[in-house]
């Protein structure tokens, strides 16, 4: 997993590295630049580069990106409109103008003509809606066609992703000095920077000061908790999921738990129901509500497709149910309704999108939005949570994790009831329900990247099949 930090805890790593370690602040400014412009060269060898610096470091790197972009052949103007206040900024600026000459007078001076803009005006260090000179810097970036951030867009919170002021312009690729930032990670934050390259700076010697917000999965993280498959084992080994759902939804869940790699699934609902089981696989068992059985089924899902009529068994099932359960969909609204707490010493796992959260947590969803880590971390009240949406969240004992695998595929009718199904499957396997989420998640996701435009969720179910 790689540590996500925000602007304070970034900040406080660079001081480490400084005055624990000796390192030169300038070194550190050095190695963030040359880092930046080889990316920036890799990729576009022959462009003409405009780079905008504001006054602080992210402004020393900005001169150090521009240097070193001049010294590999670009055509390269700079703006710097404020007088720089950090040594080491004002140590690279006047190299810069001993290289290049005197700064653009506007921003839109050093743009004209620019194949590439770079945005090295503010960094974390922003806490309000840019004014000023990083106003007069967003419109120049507006209306050049390629745009390139420094850490992070002028405009963006590092730590929510929300835009700081009434609009900025999107980014084709942010490239993220010593620790990725978990607004970056939030919608629209994450649209906004476009893709994500990490500069390694040399964080990573330096003594942490505090453990990190957050962890950004990665791909040999959760494919090494898959359950290990025993060549000797019988269907009743591999996990038996009770799914308690209706309709279409519970077909898809059930579905979503054998991709599990699940031996046996039951659906329990009403025998006057099983009609409405339209397209259910004949591998699912089907079973009156009464017939849950914790001796015989290693987890239960809760919710899909169910309506709102079923709050006592739910109570009863919340508070007594020994084994892993999960609650979806009106599984959640009940609870919400209800306010369970999470009950001592029983796992309990539950998967909200942004909507439902907020009725968990008596707030409106776009409260939940801005804030999507504070969410997860109140979530905790009633389990272990999983926040769906763009770059979905599982709250784990050591840490937010960030999944960031999917895709606008998985928005569509039924998508969490497979995702549902499938964390399901999971944790009647016997994963640690932080572990069920994160690892159903990535490959929900990764299904939705593949299902291209218009795939529905039973066409997830056979992408899950495939990247088994």
């Not at 390259?197 to 993280?221: F, H, K, M, N, T």
């Not at 099932?317 to 609650?327: A, D, K, T, V």
């Not at 209800?338 to 909200?352: G, N, Q």
């Not at 926040?387 to 009718?413: E, H, Q």
Request: proline share 7%.
């Amino acid at each position: 997993m790689i540590p996500v930090c925000g602007s304070a805890a970034t900040r406080a790593l660079d001081e480490a590295l400084i005055r624990r370690l000796g390192m030169p602040a300038h070194t550190l400014m050095e190695l963030a630049g040359r880092g930046v412009a080889e990316q920036i060269h890799q990729r576009w060898p022959d462009q003409g580069v405009a780079v905008l610096c504001g006054p602080g470091n992210n402004g020393g790197d900005g001169f150090v990106i521009a240097r070193w972009l001049a010294l590999w052949g670009h055509p390269v103007r700079w703006w710097a409109p404020l007088p720089s206040a950090t040594e080491e900024s004002r140590l690279n600026r006047r190299l810069l103008e001993q290289q290049l000459g005197l700064a653009s007078p506007t921003a839109q001076e050093a743009v004209q003509g620019a194949g590439i803009a770079v945005d090295a005006m503010l960094g974390t260090g922003q806490q309000a809606a840019p004014r000023g000179f990083a106003l007069e810097g967003m419109e120049a970036l507006s209306r050049c066609a390629l745009r390139v951030a420094v850490d992070l867009p002028t405009g963006l919170c590092a730590e929510s992703g929300q835009p700081l002021g009434a609009s900025m312009p999107a980014f084709a690729l942010t490239l993220v000095l010593g620790r990725h930032k978990p607004g970056l990670w939030c919608a629209p934050g994450h649209h906004l920077a476009g893709e994500l390259v990490l500069v390694d700076i040399g964080l990573d010697l330096a003594p942490s000061p505090a453990a990190p917000e957050a962890w950004l999965l990665q791909e040999q993280d959760v494919r090494g908790w898959a359950p290990v498959e025993d060549p000797g084992a019988a269907k009743w080994n591999r996990g038996h999921v009770a799914i308690r759902a209706s309709g279409g939804a519970a077909v898809l869940a059930a579905h979503g738990a054998f991709r599990s790699g699940a031996g046996l699934v039951t659906l329990l609902l009403p025998r006057a129901d099983w009609p409405t089981l339209h397209g259910l696989w004949p591998e699912v068992i089907l079973a009156e509500p009464d017939r849950l059985d914790p001796a015989r089924h290693d987890a239960l899902v809760f919710g899909p497709g169910l309506g709102l009529g079923v709050a006592e068994e739910l109570t009863s099932l919340w508070g007594r149910f020994p084994r892993p359960m999960l609650l979806d969909a009106d599984g959640l609204s009940l609870l919400a309704r209800l306010a369970l707490a999470r009950p001592a010493d029983l796992a309990r796992a539950l998967t909200p999108h942004a909507a439902e959260a907020g009725r968990l947590l008596d707030l409106e969803r776009s409260a939940v939005e801005a804030d999507r880590f504070a969410a997860v971390d109140a979530l905790r009240h009633f389990g272990t949570p999983l926040l769906k949406g763009p770059c979905s969240l599982v709250g784990a004992p050591d840490g937010t994790w960030i999944n960031p695998r999917g895709s606008v595929n998985l928005a569509t009718a039924g998508s969490g009831d497979v995702l549902a199904g499938l964390a399901g499957g999971y944790l009647a396997r016997g994963l640690p329900a932080e572990r069920a989420l994160a690892l159903a998640a990535w490959r929900h996701g990764e299904a939705g990247e593949r299902a291209g435009r218009g795939a529905t969720a039973s066409e997830l179910v056979q992408r899950l099949r495939d990247s088994a």
